[in-house]
């Protein structure tokens, strides 16, 4: 984990170093500050955001933007209250495991209203391929639990690409 730490720290500051003597725009400065603030976060044991951070989808791009990920999403949202949480919740996970560990800049956000009363959400990203399956930490499995505890279902893929799968009842039991 040491050694972990030590080159993501390493690739960051050479990334701002870089940026600084080439006159890189100011946005990619400012996002390599980010991700750099993100990291040190992380390092501190504090949570990128909390639950209370966000609530709209355009509060979540900004933070996105900010860590200089951009979001894509196709579909709407839930209707339902409680699942409207899940999906945000699911967001936030996947914002901080799309910088965190593909180290990508995108996150797809697809949305759809499923046969027998579900509701579909997948989120994938533009990062690097998981090398083998998939090790619930800490905010994946609160996720996890959280959505069956609405009734509904977590699936994660990592082959061919990684897909975080949410497959929710149209009305959500309380979570």
């Known amino acids: 984990m040491k050694a972990k730490v030590h ?3 390493g690739s960051n500051l050479m990334q701002l170093r870089y940026c600084y003597a ?3 725009p100011e946005d990619k400065i400012e996002t390599g500050i980010s991700k750099l ?3 040190l976060d992380m390092l501190r044991g504090d949570e990128p ?3 209370k951070d966000a609530e709209t989808f355009e509060e979540l ?4 933007q900010s ?4 979001l894509q999403r196709i579909g709407d949202f839930p209707h339902d209250k409680g699942n409207q949480r899940l999906v945000f919740a699911a967001i936030r996970e996947s914002i901080s495991n799309t910088l ?6 995108k996150l797809f956000i697809n949305m759809v209203a499923g046969g027998k009363n579900e509701f579909v959400v997948e989120l994938s990203n533009n990062g690097q391929d998981p090398e083998g399956i998939i090790k619930e930490g800490s905010g994946l499995s609160s996720l996890r639990a959280k959505v069956e505890r609405a009734g509904g279902i977590m699936e994660i893929d990592y082959q061919p690409k990684f897909c975080l799968r949410l497959k929710l009842a149209a009305t959500s039991k309380n979570f």
């Open 22 to 24: 080439h006159a890189c």
């Open 7 to 9: 080159n993501m720290l």
């Open 100 to 105: 965190r560990h593909a180290k990508g800049d």
């Open 37 to 39: 603030e993100l990291l």
């Open 67 to 70: 860590m200089g990920l951009d």
């Open 61 to 64: 791009q900004l933070i996105a």
């Open 49 to 51: 955001f909390s639950n």
